[in-house]
Nanobody, 121 residues
Framework: VQLQACGGGLVQPGGSLRLSCAASGPFFSIDVMGWYRQAPGKQREFVAAISGDGIANYADSVKGRFTISRDKAENTVYLQMNSLKPEDTAVYLC????????????????WGQGTQVTVSS
């Protein structure tokens, strides 16, 4: 299973970006898809996640500014980021939790490559 993330870039404070992450490969289903971020010198942290039923969870630091959504038919998760702040600068990574794949009795987790988001004037 491969997760392809894109949509990062350089934006001024207060601006917006929309990230997307598409899952491909042989799998039957993905339970939860989410976004994490990692800034230089800091630990990776949870940003947002959405279940197959559309239930979303957010880190307190992004509530009210970020919106996660999911297109199950396209196996794609999106992160709309508004009112961006310099402290949002990080590499954003997507993750697929509890993915059922052929040949595995237990569900597996997968990480995608990151996309850089830089918020600076």
């Amino acid at each position: 299973v491969q997760l392809q993330a894109c949509g990062g870039g350089l934006v001024q404070p207060g601006g917006s970006l929309r990230l997307s992450c598409a899952a491909s490969g042989p799998f039957f289903s993905i339970d939860v898809m989410g976004w994490y971020r990692q800034a230089p010198g800091k630990q990776r942290e949870f940003v947002a996640a959405i279940s197959g039923d559309g239930i979303a969870n957010y880190a307190d630091s992004v509530k009210g500014r970020f919106t996660i959504s999911r297109d199950k038919a396209e196996n794609t998760v999106y992160l709309q980021m508004n009112s961006l702040k310099p402290e949002d600068t990080a590499v954003y990574l997507c993750k697929a939790d509890n993915t059922r794949v052929p040949g595995s009795l237990k569900p597996l987790d997968y990480w995608g490559q990151g996309t850089q988001v830089t918020v600076s004037s």
